[in-house]
């Protein structure tokens, strides 16, 4: 499976943006899908995480701002957000998990997209 993020760019607090993770390749009937980030200094943690049957997960500091999505005619995840804020700047990496339920565990996902970097201005 790969999987190719894209969407990242520069905004203005408050701003907002959509990322995309399109996946190919060998595909499973139960899957999770989630998007991660990972600021300077910091480690890399789950945001946002939807599964194949369509339940949600999202890291308290997003609740309310992001939004994923997944469009499975278009094997795409999307992930909305919203009222940008400055330490929403990291790298984003889209992964993929074999078999629900959503983790937060970073080493469970089994396929990883390229990071694509979001910066929010002050």
């Known amino acids: 499976v790969q999987l190719q993020a894209s969407g990242g760019g520069l905004v203005q607090a408050g701003g907002s943006l959509r990322l995309s993770c399109a996946a190919s390749g060998r595909t499973f009937s139960n899957y999770v899908m989630g998007w991660f980030r990972q600021a300077p200094g910091k480690e890399r943690e789950l945001v946002a995480g939807?599964?194949?049957?369509?339940?949600?997960y999202y890291a308290d500091s997003v609740k309310g701002r992001f939004t994923i999505s997944l469009d499975n005619a278009k094997s795409t995840v999307y992930l909305q957000m919203n009222s940008l804020k400055p330490e929403d700047t990291a790298v984003y990496y889209c992964?993929?998990?074999?078999?629900?339920?959503?983790?937060?565990?970073?080493?469970?996902?089994?396929?990883w997209g390229q990071g694509t970097l979001v910066t929010v201005s002050s």
């Open positions: 992964a993929s998990k074999k078999y629900p339920p959503i983790t937060t565990l970073r080493d469970r996902y089994d396929y």
């Open positions: 939807i599964s194949s049957g369509g339940s949600t």
